[in-house]
């Protein structure tokens, strides 16, 4: 696996970790900012997303663990050097998610609400996060050749990134990678309809991105397993399923909330 790399001084830093804190940073920025139109105090978002960032890759890493178990537990010292890759995106989104919920039941905010706002910033560190795959030269398709390659009119650095140990690959990363950023401008241009449900961006994420995930998981070469079935693929479905159902009761028992006027919604 080649994972990119460079030195300063002793200390090596990793392209991948860069990536992800660049995801880190772009979604938290983006939160604050959205939170702060739809005047949600900022001291209670900057708490829970430091909870959620923590324990988002706290969930990524075990998630991806578990599912990598034999791997692990011959070598234990692996599990902390996240650098090497190994975080899960669903394992964090399940975290991150349960510490939402906990979170704003403390404080008494409405969840969906949160949601709706925090989303749109998620699906672009995404976006950004996959970058980080290309880095280590993980989560790419089947081989290939260069001519294949060469004919998608894909830029010459990430063909000769696709090289991997004598072979080429289809860059996967790079298709999830544009369909997150897809549905993030979807997300921008949804958001800013003058009457939108609370609930309805959080209902379109999931559903968006879980349709992208199936279907590039199918072509994934190191997909997580569960016995002969990718586990991405099971867990897209599900959060495809409730998706469809945030938008269904979101559509039948959320008021209306316009993004630049506050409005009082029913708890959902």
């Known amino acids: 696996m080649n994972r990119l790399s460079f030195t300063i001084g002793s200390v090596t830093i990793y392209f991948y970790s860069i990536m992800m804190l660049l995801a880190v940073v772009v979604a938290c920025v983006l ?14 978002l900057v708490n829970l997303i430091f909870y959620c960032v923590i324990f988002g890759f706290i969930g990524a890493r ?28 669903h394992g964090g989104l399940i975290a991150g998610f349960l510490t939402l919920v906990i979170y704003c039941k403390k404080h008494k905010q409405n969840i969906l609400k949160i949601t709706d706002i925090a989303v749109v910033g998620i699906l672009l560190a ?19 050749t260069l001519a294949v390659l060469e004919s998608q009119h894909l830029p010459s650095f990430i063909i000769e990134g696709m090289h991997i140990s004598g072979n080429y690959y289809y860059p996967t990363f790079l298709y999830e990678s544009i369909w997150n950023l897809i549905g993030f401008l979807l997300l921008l241009l ?65 008021r209306f909330e316009n993004l630049y006027r506050e409005e009082e919604a029913n708890e959902i």
């Not at 075990?62 to 975080?87: A, C, H, Q, R, T």
């Not at 999931?206 to 199918?218: A, C, D, Q, T």
């Open 31 to 44: 939160i604050l900012k959205e939170g702060k139109k739809r005047h949600i105090d900022k001291e209670f």
């Open 62 to 89: 075990i998630y991806y663990v578990l599912f990598n178990l034999d791997f692990y537990l011959s070598d234990p010292i692996e599990i902390v050097k996240i650098w090497n890759g190994g975080l899960a995106i």
């Open 126 to 144: 995404q976006a950004i996060g996959r970058w980080g795959n290309f880095f280590n030269g993980e989560a790419h398709g089947p081989i290939t």
């Open 190 to 254: 949804l958001r800013r309809k003058k009457r939108l449900k609370i609930g309805t961006l959080s209902g379109f994420y999931l559903m968006w991105y879980s349709i992208g995930r199936f279907v590039i998981e199918y072509f994934r070469t190191d997909s997580l397993m569960l016995g002969p079935i990718k586990i991405a693929m099971v867990v897209s479905c599900i959060l495809f399923v409730a998706g469809f159902i945030v938008l269904i009761k979101a559509n039948k028992t959320a």
